[in-house]
């Protein structure tokens, strides 16, 4: 399939250098697909970046998310889950390339949150609904008494600011291992409910 040749090839070619660096035509060939079939399919570099959003989403979903989240597990124990995957993602990465790559939406947004409107909203709607996941585990603790009741909607933003911190930390340092050793914090990370 065509389309998803020139998604499949942009995902890798975005996430392993940046969106900056790679041209419309690099990604073709990549893909083995003529010029003029890109615009067949994307009108623009910035539709086809959606689509790798959507790609990466899609990814993040399969191989962190369901494989994460078990029911059976304590909700922190799932949050704790999802740390190891991320973990595991960047470590086969680096076992395979000898780099991190960190978080792709982080990457991306840290390239064009500034100069791209469009795809800084789309990223912040696909961030929200990550932090809505982690909101609920956190809600669904304190529900149970696994974890003191807190500001549970600023609770979660936080843990998901570390964990993209934690990510970029890694990707500086160049290694995966600090996600395993620094993500054990997370379950830490709260803020004090302001209700009285």
Same mark, same amino acid.
């Not at 076992?95 to 840290?110: E, F, H, R, S």
């Not at 609770?155 to 600011?161: E, K, P």
């Given at each position: 399939?065509?389309?998803?040749? @020139?998604?499949?090839?942009?995902?890798?070619?975005?996430?392993?250098?940046?969106?900056?660096?790679?041209?419309?035509?690099?990604i073709?060939d990549?893909?083995?697909?003529?010029?003029?079939?890109?615009y067949?399919?994307?009108?623009?570099?910035?539709?086809?970046?959606?689509?790798?959003?959507?790609?990466?989403?899609?990814?993040?979903?399969?191989?962190? %998310?369901?494989?994460?989240?078990h029911?059976?597990?304590?909700? %922190?124990?799932?949050l704790?889950?999802?740390?190891?995957?991320?973990?595991?993602?960047?470590?086969?990465?680096?076992?395979?390339?000898?780099?991190?790559?960190?978080?792709?939406?982080?990457?991306?947004?840290?390239?064009?949150?500034?100069?791209?409107?469009?795809?800084?909203q789309?990223i912040d709607r696909k961030?929200?609904?990550?932090?809505?996941?982690?909101?609920? @585990?956190?809600?669904?603790?304190v529900?149970t008494?696994?974890?003191?009741?807190?500001?549970?909607?600023?609770?979660?933003?936080?843990?998901?600011?570390?964990?993209?911190?934690? %990510? %970029?930390?890694?990707?500086?340092?160049?290694?995966?291992?600090?996600?395993r050793?620094?993500?054990?914090?997370?379950?830490?990370v709260?803020?004090?409910?302001?209700?009285?």
């Open positions: 399939d065509t389309r998803q040749r @020139l998604i499949d090839s942009a995902s890798s070619l975005f996430y392993a250098r940046s969106y900056g660096h790679v041209g419309v035509k690099e073709c990549v893909a083995g697909v003529q010029k003029g079939s890109f067949h399919f994307f009108p623009s570099k910035q539709e086809l970046t959606i689509a790798v959003l959507d790609a990466f989403a899609a990814d993040f979903k399969a191989n962190v %998310l369901d494989k994460a989240l029911p059976s597990l304590p909700p %922190l124990q799932q704790q889950s999802i740390v190891e995957h991320l973990y595991l993602r960047q470590q086969q990465m680096h076992a395979q390339d000898c780099k991190v790559l960190g978080c792709p939406y982080g990457n991306i947004a840290l390239e064009l949150g500034a100069q791209d409107e469009t795809i800084r789309y961030f929200q609904l990550f932090v809505a996941t982690i909101q609920t @585990l956190i809600e669904t603790a529900r008494g696994e974890f003191a009741p807190c500001a549970t909607h600023a609770t979660a933003l936080a843990m998901f600011s570390f964990i993209e911190g934690v %990510l %970029l930390m890694a990707k500086t340092s160049n290694n995966p291992e600090l996600i050793t620094m993500g054990q914090a997370i379950v830490g709260r803020i004090e409910s302001t209700k009285s």
